[in-house]
C-alpha cells in the first residue's frame, strides 16, 4: 500500500485524558451559554405545548355528522367544540381509542370507542366513531335516544396500543375482527389507501347478519383500487348466506389457514369478549410467539359470574365500600358481580377511567382493606403494584367490605 493511502486511512482518537477534559469543560461552558442568555421569562413552552396538543386531558367535542351505517350502527363525526378551548383534535395512531365521557341521567360514565376515521382526518379537523347499539345497552340506548347533531362531549386524548408499529410488527398483518371491532381497522385502511401506513392488510371479519355488516362497500372499494394492500374476507354466522365470496359459520383455524400466511405477519385481533375466547383456542393451533398477536383491549367483563375461577358463591352478595378521594370519605354499596368502577359510578363518583379493561393504569387506586377477585385476562397491574395492594377498579370484583383510596381525577 502506498504512504498516502495509508495516510487516508488513519482514524483520529482523541484518549481518555483528552475525553476527561472534554468533559471538565463542559460545566464552563454551560455558564458562558447561561450567562448570554436573556434574563426576559420565557412566556411560552413550544415542548409544553406540542405535548398538550398531543396528550390533552380533556377535549370538548362537538357532534357535526351522524351517518347511519346499518341497522344497528352509526358513524358520529366529532369536531371541536366551538364554545369551548379546545380548537384542534389531538392526533393519534391509526387503531387507537378515545375515552368518552358521558353524563347519563345524572350518572358520570366513560365509555371507550375505537376512532374510525385516519390520523390524516385529524389533521383536517375531526374524528368519527362508529357506534353499535347493543340491546339493554347503558350507553348505547342513552345515545340512540340522545345524541344528534351539534350534541356535545367530552373526550379523553387517544389512547391505547393497537396500532402498527414498524419496530414491533410485520409488514405483512393479518386483522381478525368481529361485529363493531371492524372500527380500528377502517382507521389502518384508510391510512393504507392515504399513502401514509405502509403494510399489507387482510383482514377476516365476522359478522351474524349479512344486513348489518359495517363499512361492507367501502372495503370492497378498497380492496379493488388496491388488492395487494387490502384483501377482506367476510365470515358469516347465519344460516343463510347469499353474498359472493363470504365464508359461512365462524374465523376458525381452517378458514385463518385458507386465507392467511402466518410465515412472515403480525396479528391484530379486535371484538367482542366471545370471539376473543373463540379465537384465542383457533390461533393456539397455529403456536405462534405472542409477541406476533396484538389485541385490543378486552372490555369490562360482561358476565363475571362465568368465569371458571370466579367464586360462585359470592355471586349475589352485597358488601359496602368506603372510598377515600383526597379529604372526601363515602360509604356506597357494590354488588359482587359488578366491577368497583360500576360501583362507584352508580354512587355518581365520577372515578378516573380510560379504558375500562385493566390495561391503561388510570384508574389504579389502593386497597386499603378488603379482598377483590380481578379477572387473571384483564390484570394489568405490574408485580409491584400487586405486592402494595394497589389495583384497577375497573377490572376488579368485591367479595367483602372494602376500603380504598383513589387518586383525584
Same mark, same amino acid.
Given at each position: 500500500?502506498?504512504?498516502?493511502?495509508?495516510?487516508?486511512?488513519?482514524?483520529?482518537?482523541?484518549?481518555?485524558?483528552?475525553?476527561?477534559?472534554?468533559?471538565?469543560?463542559?460545566?464552563?461552558?454551560?455558564?458562558?451559554?447561561?450567562?448570554?442568555?436573556?434574563?426576559?421569562?420565557?412566556?411560552?413552552?413550544?415542548?409544553? @405545548?406540542?405535548?398538550?396538543?398531543?396528550?390533552?386531558?380533556?377535549?370538548?367535542?362537538?357532534?357535526?355528522?351522524?351517518?347511519?351505517?346499518?341497522?344497528?350502527?352509526?358513524?358520529?363525526?366529532?369536531?371541536?367544540?366551538?364554545?369551548?378551548?379546545?380548537?384542534?383534535?389531538?392526533?393519534?395512531?391509526?387503531?387507537?381509542?378515545?375515552?368518552?365521557?358521558?353524563?347519563?341521567?345524572?350518572?358520570?360514565?366513560?365509555?371507550?370507542?375505537?376512532?374510525?376515521?385516519?390520523?390524516?382526518?385529524?389533521?383536517?379537523?375531526?374524528?368519527?366513531?362508529?357506534?353499535?347499539?347493543?340491546?339493554?345497552?347503558?350507553?348505547?340506548?342513552?345515545?340512540?335516544?340522545?345524541?344528534?347533531?351539534?350534541?356535545?362531549?367530552?373526550?379523553?386524548?387517544? @389512547?391505547?396500543?393497537?396500532?402498527?408499529?414498524?419496530?414491533?410488527?410485520?409488514?405483512?398483518?393479518?386483522?381478525?375482527?368481529?361485529?363493531?371491532?371492524?372500527?380500528?381497522?377502517?382507521?389502518?385502511?384508510?391510512?393504507?389507501?392515504?399513502?401514509?401506513?405502509?403494510?399489507?392488510?387482510?383482514?377476516?371479519?365476522?359478522?351474524?347478519?349479512?344486513?348489518?355488516?359495517?363499512?361492507?362497500?367501502?372495503?370492497?372499494?378498497?380492496?379493488?383500487?388496491?388488492?395487494?394492500?387490502?384483501?377482506?374476507?367476510?365470515?358469516?354466522?347465519?344460516?343463510?348466506?347469499?353474498?359472493?365470496?363470504?365464508?359461512?359459520?365462524?374465523?376458525?383455524?381452517?378458514?385463518?389457514?385458507?386465507?392467511?400466511?402466518?410465515? @412472515?405477519?403480525?396479528?391484530?385481533?379486535?371484538?367482542?369478549?366471545?370471539?376473543?375466547?373463540?379465537?384465542?383456542?383457533?390461533?393456539?393451533?397455529? @403456536?405462534?410467539?405472542?409477541?406476533?398477536?396484538?389485541?385490543?383491549?378486552?372490555?369490562?367483563?360482561?358476565?363475571?359470574?362465568?368465569?371458571?375461577?370466579?367464586?360462585?358463591?359470592?355471586?349475589?352478595?352485597?358488601?359496602?365500600?368506603?372510598?377515600?378521594?383526597?379529604?372526601?370519605?363515602?360509604?356506597?354499596?357494590?354488588?359482587?358481580?359488578?366491577?368497583?368502577?360500576?360501583?362507584?359510578?352508580?354512587?355518581?363518583?365520577?372515578?378516573?377511567?380510560?379504558?375500562?379493561?385493566?390495561?391503561?393504569?388510570?384508574?389504579?387506586?389502593?386497597?386499603?382493606?378488603?379482598?377483590?377477585?380481578?379477572?387473571?385476562?384483564?390484570?394489568?397491574?405490574?408485580?409491584?403494584?400487586?405486592?402494595?395492594?394497589?389495583?384497577?377498579?375497573?377490572?376488579?370484583?368485591?367479595?367483602?367490605?372494602?376500603?380504598?383510596?383513589?387518586?383525584?381525577?
Amino acid at each position: 500500500m502506498k504512504e498516502d493511502q495509508k495516510q487516508k486511512l488513519k482514524v483520529s482518537v482523541k484518549g481518555n485524558i483528552r475525553d476527561l477534559l472534554a468533559f471538565k469543560n463542559l460545566t464552563s461552558q454551560r455558564r458562558k451559554n447561561i450567562d448570554k442568555a436573556s434574563e426576559e421569562f420565557i412566556k411560552s413552552d413550544p415542548v409544553n @405545548n406540542l405535548a398538550q396538543l398531543l396528550h390533552p386531558s380533556i377535549q370538548n367535542l362537538m357532534i357535526s355528522e351522524i351517518k347511519e351505517e346499518t341497522k344497528s350502527a352509526k358513524t358520529y363525526r366529532l369536531i371541536p367544540d366551538p364554545d369551548s378551548s379546545t380548537d384542534k383534535v389531538a392526533y393519534f395512531r391509526a387503531g387507537q381509542f378515545l375515552s368518552l365521557k358521558v353524563d347519563v341521567d345524572g350518572t358520570p360514565i366513560t365509555r371507550p370507542y375505537s376512532i374510525s376515521s385516519s390520523p390524516s382526518d385529524a389533521l383536517r379537523g375531526f374524528y368519527e366513531i362508529t357506534i353499535r347499539k347493543e340491546d339493554h345497552g347503558f350507553l348505547t340506548e342513552y345515545v340512540w335516544e340522545n345524541w344528534e347533531k351539534n350534541t356535545k362531549i367530552k373526550s379523553s386524548g387517544p @389512547n391505547g396500543y393497537f396500532y402498527y408499529d414498524p419496530i414491533r410488527d410485520l409488514k405483512e398483518v393479518i386483522g381478525i375482527a368481529g361485529g363493531s371491532g371492524i372500527t380500528p381497522f377502517r382507521s389502518m385502511a384508510k391510512e393504507i389507501m392515504e399513502g401514509k401506513l405502509n403494510i399489507s392488510l387482510t383482514l377476516l371479519y365476522g359478522s351474524s347478519e349479512e344486513d348489518d355488516i359495517l363499512f361492507y362497500d367501502e372495503f370492497k372499494e378498497y380492496e379493488s383500487r388496491d388488492p395487494e394492500k387490502i384483501k377482506i374476507v367476510h365470515v358469516l354466522s347465519c344460516e343463510e348466506v347469499s353474498l359472493d365470496g363470504c365464508e359461512q359459520g365462524f374465523i376458525t383455524a381452517g378458514i385463518i389457514e385458507k386465507y392467511c400466511d402466518f410465515s @412472515n405477519s403480525s396479528v391484530f385481533i379486535c371484538g367482542p369478549q366471545v370471539m376473543y375466547d373463540f379465537i384465542d383456542k383457533e390461533l393456539s393451533k397455529f @403456536n405462534l410467539p405472542t409477541n406476533r398477536i396484538r389485541k385490543e383491549v378486552y372490555g369490562e367483563v360482561k358476565d363475571i359470574v362465568s368465569l371458571p375461577n370466579y367464586p360462585k358463591k359470592m355471586a349475589e352478595k352485597s358488601f359496602k365500600i368506603k372510598v377515600r378521594i383526597g379529604n372526601l370519605s363515602k360509604d356506597i354499596p357494590a354488588n359482587a358481580h359488578e366491577s368497583v368502577l360500576v360501583a362507584m359510578e352508580r354512587a355518581k363518583l365520577a372515578p378516573p377511567s380510560v379504558c375500562r379493561s385493566g390495561q391503561c393504569g388510570f384508574c389504579r387506586s389502593e386497597l386499603i382493606s378488603g379482598e377483590i377477585f380481578v379477572n387473571p385476562k384483564n390484570d394489568g397491574r405490574r408485580t409491584a403494584d400487586k405486592i402494595l395492594k394497589y389495583f384497577h377498579p375497573c377490572s376488579s370484583y368485591p367479595l367483602s367490605n372494602l376500603e380504598m383510596e383513589i387518586p383525584r381525577s
